[in-house]
C-alpha cells in the first residue's frame, strides 16, 4: 500500500522560510518522478516543483529562484525548501509520486500560510 506524508507546513511571516518533506512508503522511490503542487482557496490545483527519477527539476514561474525541490532516495523522501516566502504563496502543499505516468499517488497535503 503506497502512503505519503506531507509535513513541514505552517504559519510564517512574509520573507520567512518554510521547509517541507515528504516521506513515501510502499513504493521503489527511485522509480518515480515527484512533484511538489499547491492548491490555494478557490484556485486549481498547480504544479509547484519536480523532480525526475534521474534528478532533473523544474519549477513553476511564480517560485523560481525561490523554492529548491531535492529528494533523497535512501530515506524515501523529497523536500522543498521555500525561501522568501509570499501571501500568494498561502495554500495547501501536496506531493504526489509518479510512474512513468501510468500510476500516481497523492499525499494529504500539509498547510502552508503567510502572513504577517
Known amino acids: 500500500q503506497v502512503q505519503i506524508v506531507e509535513s513541514g507546513g505552517g504559519l510564517v511571516e512574509p520573507g520567512g522560510s518554510l521547509r517541507l518533506s515528504c516521506v513515501v512508503s510502499?513504493?521503489?522511490?527511485?522509480?518515480?518522478?515527484m512533484g511538489w503542487y499547491r492548491q490555494a482557496p478557490g484556485k486549481q490545483r498547480e504544479s509547484v516543483a519536480n523532480i525526475t527519477d534521474s534528478m532533473t527539476t523544474d519549477y513553476g514561474d511564480s517560485v523560481k529562484g525561490r523554492f529548491t525541490i531535492s529528494r533523497d532516495n535512501e530515506k524515501n523522501s523529497v523536500y522543498l525548501q521555500m525561501n522568501n516566502l509570499k501571501p500568494e504563496d498561502t495554500a495547501v502543499y501536496y506531493c504526489k509520486a509518479d510512474w512513468r505516468g501510468l500510476a500516481s499517488y497523492w499525499g494529504q497535503g500539509t498547510q502552508v500560510t503567510v502572513s504577517s
Open positions: 510502499g513504493v521503489i522511490l527511485n522509480l518515480y518522478d
